[in-house]
T-cell receptor
Framework: KNQVEQSPQSLIILEGKNCTLQ??????????LRWYKQDTGRGPVSLTIMTFSENTKSNGRYTATLDADTKQSSLHITASQLSDSASYIC????????????WGAGTKLIIKP | NAGVTQTPKFQVLKTGQSMTLQCAQDMNHEYMSWYRQDPGMGLRLIHY???????DQGEVPNGYNVSRSTTEDFPLRLLSAAPSQTSVYFC????????????FGQGTRLTVV
């Protein structure tokens, strides 16, 4: 069964600190992996999209990594800001006659001043 | 540039009532989809459309209908609301298919009492 699991479920860190969020997946056949940021009361917004051949992708202070062999991804946030408080969702795309997105439940990140 | 616009933002229905959630996009995207988001779970696909006049079922289609008469609009109809349909609903659009970057509306929080 295609699944995406994220850890931790929630995380609280102080402003200015770094953090890393984890995503493990069992999805086949793999097409790409995405990270979304979802602010409270808003729709998800795309941060990165990585294909099988990409190991690292950055978007400002956000850096995503992908290990296709171990089926793991991480999202590293550098020098966190209060505006980084949000849920971060890992999504894996699979292709079986059409594209299917398998969504993780997300990690809720709280940045404290 | 409005992107994806959903209305209403909040709605309370009584069991058995019907209603339509509106979704419009101004990016000329072919692919549109509806998701529901429940606490502790990943987004689940309700219905999707690959272009005007073409719709298909997603993971959880029961109790919902869709139509796509134009490229811009993709309304979601609840036929006879049930408490199990209490959720946050998101409409999304993508340029070509489910594998390209998805842009989300702000969501509709629906409560069925």
């Amino acid at each position: 069964k295609n699944q995406v699991e994220q850890s931790p479920q929630s995380l609280i860190i102080l402003e200015g600190k770094n953090c890393t969020l984890q995503c493990n997946y069992t999805v086949s056949p793999f097409s790409n992996l995405r990270w979304y940021k979802q602010d409270t009361g808003r729709g998800p917004v795309s941060l990165t999209i990585m294909t099988f051949s990409e190991n690292t992708k950055s978007n400002g202070r956000y850096t995503a990594t992908l290990d296709a062999d171990t089926k793991q991804s991480s999202l590293h946030i550098t020098a966190s800001q209060l505006s980084d408080s949000a849920s971060y969702i890992c999504v894996v795309s699979a292709y079986n006659s059409n594209y299917q997105l398998i969504w993780g439940a997300g990690t809720k990140l709280i940045i404290k001043p | 540039n409005a992107g994806v616009t959903q209305t209403p933002k909040f709605q309370v229905l009584k069991t058995g009532q019907s209603m339509t959630l509106q979704c419009a996009q101004d990016m000329n995207h072919e692919y549109m989809s509806w998701y529901r988001q429940d606490p502790g779970m990943g987004l689940r696909l309700i219905h999707y459309s690959v272009g005007a006049g073409i719709t298909d079922q997603g993971e959880v289609p029961n109790g919902y209908n869709v139509s796509r008469s134009t490229t811009e609009d993709f309304p979601l109809r609840l036929l006879s609301a049930a408490p199990s349909q209490t959720s946050v609903y998101f409409c999304a659009s993508s340029y070509m298919d489910g594998n390209t970057e998805a842009f989300f509306g702000q969501g509709t929080r629906l409560t069925v009492v």
